[in-house]
């Protein structure tokens, strides 16, 4: 999922163009909601049975595209991260400190959402259309090599994070080619060998295992990045209406061809959003549109985007266990299942989220190192234990 920061430490706050410390509105907004749409497209897949196939009413087949969110949030994490280095003339404020604090930033909660889901697997129910995780499970997610070798899934949301932490490798090399040769070399370069990935996998047996890295969202990232050279050069252009133009085309050609054609086809779907995803962060930077960035920066939205990256790590246990034990058992597949089950497991995954998120998220973004960490632990258990009983 990424986060969203200018100066990579997973916090909320950015700087707007040329407006000194301001945040970046709209920005945090966009993470809230793309992890909730990632939870009603669970919610509609368990409700309606064929998946890509569209089983259901007319009205929930945009919930069939959760996969997008992703793309979204991979474009997002790539601007995030280059805010601070575009600003800075596209250099990083060390490697070992980078890495440092992505690690400190993703893996405490990636950790804790991995033995919830694991023990939710063993004990409750396992993912559907998945067997029960094994030890291999555990070592193969706890390393975040899910995409490179195969294994029962305890999640199935958290696929994308072995996305996202290799990307981080491939950071600092996009800023060194953009530094030596110049933002558009470096985009067309990533592009180029994304697509020759695309053209020579059906035919090159060897070529086809790189599929399973999702090798598209490395050209979203790098569109990511690119569009974070508004923070230094703001634009004049109308960038949401041309991130309109861009996705209008995508958008007809997922409504003519449909679902199945869809998800078989994400390779060169996502890359045909890349371009809108990253007009559409430039803009909502540089405050446009302005009924858009406002919507996205209410209090609501704002702080469900505080503790989205929780929220994406761990709703699929729990939606998927309050369907077995609550919702399936007296509702067959179809509407009403939807709409009892959404009522249900959205409310109740936003609230676990933000407790589970307390414990093992936030508290690592506001305290940046172990003795940090430590001293503020230590300082609130002190004042629990001067209050009366």
């Not at 100066?7 to 950015?14: F, H, N, P, Q």
């Not at 007296?330 to 939807?338: E, Q, T």
């Not at 305290?367 to 001293?375: D, I, Q, T």
Request: charged share 10%; with cysteine; glycine share 8%.
């Amino acid at each position: 999922m990424g986060s969203l920061t200018e100066d990579t430490s997973g916090s909320a706050t950015g700087a707007r163009p040329g407006g000194g410390g301001a945040r970046l509105g709209g920005l945090d907004g966009i993470r809230g909601l793309a992890a909730l749409f990632v939870v009603l497209h669970h919610c509609r897949l368990l409700a309606f049975s064929g998946f890509p196939a569209d089983t259901g009413p007319w009205w929930a087949s945009w919930l069939l595209y959760g996969h997008f969110a992703v793309v979204i949030f991979i474009a997002l994490s790539g601007f995030s991260l280059a805010v601070s280095p575009a600003r800075a003339g596209w250099r990083l404020d060390g490697l070992r400190r980078f890495a440092r604090r992505r690690a400190w930033r993703i893996l405490p909660p990636y950790w804790a959402a991995l033995l919830f889901s694991l023990v939710v697997a063993w004990t409750l129910v396992p993912q559907p259309g998945q067997p029960v995780p094994t030890g291999k499970s555990a070592l193969i997610y706890g390393l975040l090599l899910q995409d490179v070798f195969g294994s029962p899934s305890p999640n199935g949301a958290l696929w994308s994070i072995a996305i996202e932490a290799q990307l981080y490798f491939v950071f600092p090399l996009l800023l060194l080619v953009v530094r030596r040769l110049g933002i558009v070399t470096m985009l067309a370069a990533v592009t180029a060998v994304v697509v020759a990935v695309g053209l020579l996998a059906p035919g090159v047996p060897l070529v086809a295992t790189l599929m399973r890295l999702t090798p598209q969202f490395a050209v979203l990232f790098a569109v990511g990045v690119v569009a974070a050279r508004v923070v230094r050069v703001p634009s004049r252009f109308p960038l949401h209406w041309a991130a309109l133009v861009a996705v209008v085309p995508v958008f007809v050609l997922i409504a003519v061809r449909g679902p199945e054609w869809t998800v078989a086809n994400f390779f060169w779907v996502d890359l045909a959003l890349a371009p809108a995803a990253g007009l559409l962060l430039a803009a909502v930077a540089q405050g446009r549109p302005r009924p858009l960035v406002s919507l996205l920066d209410t209090r609501p939205v704002r702080s469900l985007g505080s503790f989205s990256y929780s929220l994406y790590l761990v709703h699929a246990p729990v939606v998927v266990t309050i369907n077995h034990f609550v919702v399936a058992p007296h509702l067959a597949p179809g509407v009403l299942r939807f709409v009892v089950l959404t009522a249900l497991a959205v409310p109740v995954s936003v609230v676990f989220a933000r407790w589970f998120a307390a414990l093992f998220e936030l508290p690592f973004q506001r305290h940046r190192s172990w003795p940090a960490l430590r001293a503020a632990a230590g300082a609130r258990w002190a004042r629990l234990r001067r209050k009366p009983a």
